[in-house]
């Protein structure tokens, strides 16, 4: 059974940074597309971050672009997500996800979700 287990999520002040972890099991996540997506109160979901088999990353939001890292480490099955100069914005609930449906970019439908991470940030 595929399971997407993220961590690292914490209340912290603007200008913090976090590192959030996804970490896969009973799958070999270094075969398929990762992303990283969010969803605020209120908001809809909205994709940060992906990066294919081969290390490439797609960042589609400008909102984290030069904040936001995307990274994996395989023989760990797991990838991150560093969050620099965090914001009051980036207030959400923090999903990653596992295997594209088509090109390995956020805007894509994945297949496997893990059940999220909140971070706060407060001003």
């Known amino acids: 059974q595929v399971q997407l287990v993220e961590s690292g999520g914490d209340s912290v002040q603007a200008g913090g940074s976090l590192r959030l972890s996804c970490a896969v099991s009973g799958w070999n996540a270094t075969r398929y597309c990762m992303g990283w997506f969010r969803q605020g109160p209120g908001k809809e979901r909205e994709g940060l971050a992906s990066?294919?088999?081969?290390?490439?990353?797609?960042y589609p939001t400008d909102s984290v672009k030069g904040r936001f890292t995307i990274s994996r480490d395989n023989a760990r099955n797991t990838v991150y997500l560093q969050m620099n100069n965090l914001k009051p914005e980036d207030t959400a609930m923090y999903y990653c996800a596992a295997s594209a449906v088509g090109p390995c970019v956020p805007s894509s439908e994945y297949i496997h979700w893990g059940l999220g991470t909140q971070v706060t940030v407060s001003s």
């Open positions: 990066i294919s088999i081969r290390g490439a990353t797609s």
